[in-house]
């Protein structure tokens, strides 16, 4: 069994990834709110152009101007929720992954 | 692992973990470590296993500062380095320390920093991890640039290994993978294992891992061990001597 790693500091994983987002051609912007306290980041792909830029922050707005309507329906889920599907388990090796691992096995050794 | 890393450009940061326990991981480190400082590279190997150390005994070091005391007391790693031979460092850690092998967030993201303000000075950086998934497995492999995965021709380690680096994948976007087998009988071996595994990280996870070299079951690295020197230095025509150079000049 992992564990993801728990935290209850927000601002020390935004730094986190801000620190990882040096070894990929990303751009990480920080968000600070009121104080310069750390609210989030926007991650950028390297080498987008201005308006591919806008387009993509167009969309953010967007969806934030439109979080107060969804939310009650949907639940309260953050607009950009971590999606559901990457639980704690879509790690596990599965059946077929290992069929495939020991067909290979037996092969050798026959 | 394409280009070898010299002088003044920042240290290439290594990973070295297997899933299974008792594969070849310190073994390899430490000689590859003694293979790059031979080829003039400088060199800092980091024991991984922050709870359960193995290095120093491994290489035969008596060791009272370590790691620990960096990450409890804010101690400078610097100060904690020990010299195997021109170009090689070891920073060593603790044994029995089960807190060491559960870092709080806030630690790891101290020794993070603290290393990244450390390393500097060498070309390569090794991090012999220690064996199973847990926090500071995934934590070093997530911070190193380079995940060197090792494994043997049996089932459990290949489904370990296989395991390990679906996890790196899926949860930290690692993409490259450099697989060394251990403990073969042959390079026909070592080569099958290796396009064995690889045609299911192909088909299931869409990657391509690179090959970095096999090495043969020798008994000079189990007499190495008990002589606690690497054996590159000690039996440097064997067998696995022979392969580690080959693997070293691939890194
Ligand atoms: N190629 C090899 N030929 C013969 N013996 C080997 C070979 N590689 C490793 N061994 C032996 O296997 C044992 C385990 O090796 P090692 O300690 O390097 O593994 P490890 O993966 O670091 O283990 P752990 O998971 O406990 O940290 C040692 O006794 C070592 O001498
Ligand atoms: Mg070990």
Redesign the pocket.
């Known amino acids: 069994m992992t564990s993801y790693i728990s935290c209850n500091d927000p601002e020390a994983f935004f730094r986190i990834i801000e620190k990882q987002a040096r070894h990929y051609p990303v751009e990480a912007t920080r968000i600070t709110g009121k104080e310069e306290n750390l609210c989030g980041l926007f991650l950028f792909r390297k080498g987008l152009s201005r308006p591919e830029r806008q387009k993509a922050l167009g969309r953010v707005l967007k969806m934030a101007a439109a979080e107060p309507e969804r939310a009650p329906e949907e639940g309260d889920d953050p607009i950009c929720h971590v999606p559901k599907t990457l639980g704690e388990d879509s790690c596990q090796v599965t059946t077929e992954e290992r069929a495939q691992l020991f067909s290979f096995l037996k092969r050798e050794s026959n | 692992m394409n280009k070898s890393n010299t002088g003044n450009a920042s240290p290439k940061i290594i990973c070295i973990s297997?899933g299974k326990?008792?594969?070849?991981?310190?073994?390899i480190a430490i000689n590859l470590a003694a293979a790059l400082a031979k080829n003039s590279r400088k060199v800092l190997l980091i024991d991984g296993?922050l709870g359960l150390a193995?290095v120093d005994v491994a290489l035969g070091i008596n060791v009272r500062h370590t790691i620990r005391e960096t990450v409890e007391q804010g101690r400078d790693p610097l100060s904690l380095l020990i010299e195997i031979m021109p170009g090689f460092h070891v920073l060593p850690a603790s044994s029995g320390v089960p807190e060491m092998a559960n870092l709080s967030h806030e630690e790891q993201v101290f020794l993070a920093n603290t290393l990244e303000d450390t390393i500097d000075q060498f070309d390569y950086v090794l991090v012999d991890s220690?064996?199973g998934i847990g926090e500071s497995v995934l934590w070093f492999n997530d911070w190193s640039q380079e995940n060197i995965i090792i494994l043997s021709p049996d089932p459990t380690s290949m489904t370990d290994a296989y395991a390990l680096i679906k996890i790196l994948h899926s949860r930290y976007g690692k993409k490259r993978f450099n697989l060394v087998i251990?403990?073969v009988k042959s390079k026909k071996e070592g080569r099958e294992v290796f396009e064995g595994i690889k045609a299911v990280l192909k088909r299931f996870l869409k990657i391509e891992p690179d090959f970095l070299g096999s090495?043969?079951?020798?008994?000079h690295?189990?007499k190495a061990?008990r002589n606690q020197k690497p054996f590159l230095i000690t039996y440097p025509d064997s067998r696995?001597s022979i392969a580690i150079t080959e693997i070293a000049d691939r890194i």
């Open positions: 297997s326990g008792g594969v070849g991981k310190t073994s296993d193995n220690a064996a251990n403990s090495l043969p079951v020798d008994n690295v189990v061990i696995a």
